[in-house]
């Protein structure tokens, strides 16, 4: 009994987990589409998908200066640790390159997939366990820009963190965006 129990219960979290990254997706919608997805990281197929968006009251020039200084993104942003930009003389983010950094217990090293100045950016990052793609978008509105940052995950820690921490990395994600939000808004007066 106690077998069975456990059984529907595992299978209840699982079906959870599948449930909660669909409705994440529609959710999403229509920024998701707007960002290039690499058909290996299509939000449709992933195993575990996140998307998370803040109003900013500031200049797309602001927020993209914050998101490519990546190495000073531990001094406002306790989710990621240990940045570091591996090819960049300048030490900022641009195309192409190659970046390190730790993120919920894991270390991971990643390229700049996309990089179109003020508009978008985006890295991958591979390992046995997992692969994973994470974009985001600066969209200019009429009151400073609406920042969206989506992540497509795929493999073995994909799956367990659907399972077991499905709302975490959504939390770190909106710390990371009130972190812009605060330094842009600041910055900008």
């Known amino acids: 009994?106690?077998?069975?129990?456990?059984?529907?219960?595992?299978?209840?979290?699982?079906?959870?987990?599948?449930?909660?990254?669909?409705?994440?997706?529609?959710k999403a919608q229509p920024y998701s589409e707007k960002i290039n997805w690499p058909e290996d990281y299509l939000p449709k197929d992933a195993d575990f998908y996140v998307h998370n968006m803040i109003q900013v009251n500031a200049k797309p020039e602001e927020i993209w200066n914050l998101l490519v200084n990546a190495e000073d993104w531990p001094n406002w942003y306790e989710g990621m640790t240990n940045v570091k930009v591996l090819n960049s003389e300048e030490s900022l983010l641009e195309s192409d390159t190659k970046l390190k950094f730790s993120t919920m217990g894991q270390?991971?090293?990643?390229?700049?997939?996309e990089y179109e100045?003020?508009?978008?950016?985006?890295?991958?990052?591979?390992?046995?366990?997992?692969?994973?793609?994470?974009?985001?978008?600066?969209?200019?509105?009429?009151?400073?820009?609406?920042?969206?940052?989506?992540?497509?995950?795929?493999?073995?820690?994909?799956?367990?963190?659907r399972i077991f921490l499905p709302n975490k990395l959504r939390k770190l994600h909106d710390t990371w965006l009130q972190g812009f939000k605060e330094k842009a808004e600041n910055y900008a007066d």
């Open 1 to 26: 009994m106690t077998r069975q129990i456990l059984l529907i219960a595992f299978g209840s979290i699982l079906l959870s987990g599948c449930y909660s990254t669909k409705k994440t997706i529609a």
């Open 107 to 113: 270390d991971f090293d990643a390229i700049i997939r």
């Open 117 to 161: 100045p003020y508009q978008r950016l985006a890295w991958e990052t591979k390992n046995e366990k997992l692969g994973a793609y994470h974009a985001w978008l600066i969209i200019p509105n009429e009151k400073g820009c609406v920042i969206v940052t989506d992540e497509v995950q795929k493999g073995k820690l994909a799956k367990l963190q």
